[in-house]
Nanobody, 125 residues
Framework: VQLQASGGGLVQAGGSLRLSCAAS????????LGWFRQAPGKVREFVAA????????FYADSVRGRFTISRDHAKKTVYLQMNNLKPEDSAVYSC???????????????????WGRGTLVTVSS
């Protein structure tokens, strides 16, 4: 499956952005979907993930309550709505797909099988 992320940009602190990641080349319903980010000089970190069915979602502590992950099966797209952005949210955000059973939603990058090219988010103070 191929993944294409979009929606990054420059925003002031306190602002919002919505990232999108479109899947193609496979049945997206077979995959849990996640977002990860990597800031310069830092390791890649988990941001959010959503189950295959879209009924379970998980967040890093640093974004819980500010970010919301969702998916649209018809459009084969996963979204990351980011509100109340902070300068420390600045990073390259990448989406990923994990072929797992319905009850599993991975939060480790090692468990994801496919990765899209990232989109840059910059939050100014």
């Amino acid at each position: 499956v191929q993944l294409q992320a979009s929606g990054g940009g420059l925003v002031q602190a306190g602002g919002s952005l919505r990232l999108s990641c479109a899947a193609s080349g496979g049945n997206a319903r077979n995959y849990a979907l996640g977002w990860f980010r990597q800031a310069p000089g830092k390791v890649r970190e988990f941001v959010a993930a959503i189950s295959r069915g879209g009924n379970s979602d998980f967040y890093a502590d640093s974004v819980r309550g500010r970010f919301t992950i969702s998916r649209d099966h018809a459009k084969k797209t996963v979204y990351l709505q980011m509100n109340n952005l902070k300068p420390e949210d600045s990073a390259v955000y990448s989406c990923a797909a994990a072929r797992v059973i319905m009850t599993v939603t991975p939060r480790s990058a090692d468990e994801y099988d496919y990765w899209g090219r990232g989109t840059l988010v910059t939050v100014s103070s």
